[in-house]
């Protein structure tokens, strides 16, 4: 399921949008949608925002957005303009990855400083985040919840 080479400014946008989106519901699998992804030659930034606007909208009216890969489709080819965004929606619990709130949650029990020092990165591939460590170690963000601070801190240091 690529649809831009990894190096791209599409990919590099659409990569930031990705799992909010998968989190809302739309489907990346669905050939309908990886068509229309792959025709996007323009405005594809907006067309993302824009379904996760409506989305954060739908919530406020206590609404559920359906058919949510429907609505990235008709985004995509209609080149809808977001009404009103915000970044800090990214961070809305409900469209987080796990990788996302074990990272913020690394900061607040081992502070800023350590988190940085410990942790180069979290990956998300194939549906599954993984925490890539300064000592060349990765685990599964699933396993790092399970462990506990303490001793994920303990091997990612050693």
């Known amino acids: ?12 946008v659409f990569k930031q949008y990705e799992y909010a989106l998968s989190r809302i519901g739309v489907d ?5 949608v990886q068509d229309v992804l792959e025709a996007c030659s323009f405005g594809l930034e907006d067309a993302l925002k824009s379904v996760i606007a409506y989305w954060v909208w739908l919530q406020q009216q206590e609404r559920l957005m359906e058919y949510p890969s429907a609505v990235l489709i008709r985004a995509l080819d209609e080149q809808w303009k977001p009404r009103s965004w915000s970044d800090e929606w990214l961070n ?8 996302q709130r074990w990272y913020e949650g ?5 502070g800023y400083d350590q988190r940085n020092q410990i942790v180069v990165n979290i ?26 601070w303490e001793r994920v801190l303990k091997y990612a240091t050693s």
């Open 28 to 32: 990346f699998e669905r050939e309908d």
């Open 123 to 148: 990956v998300c591939e194939k549906g599954k985040d993984y925490i890539v460590f300064t000592n060349s170690k990765e685990m599964l963000v699933e396993t790092a919840w399970r462990w506990g």
């Open 92 to 99: 809305l619990p409900q469209l987080q990855s796990q990788g």
């Open 1 to 12: 399921m690529w649809f831009w080479e990894k190096d791209s400014i599409e990919y590099e």
């Open 106 to 110: 690394a900061a607040k029990v081992w």
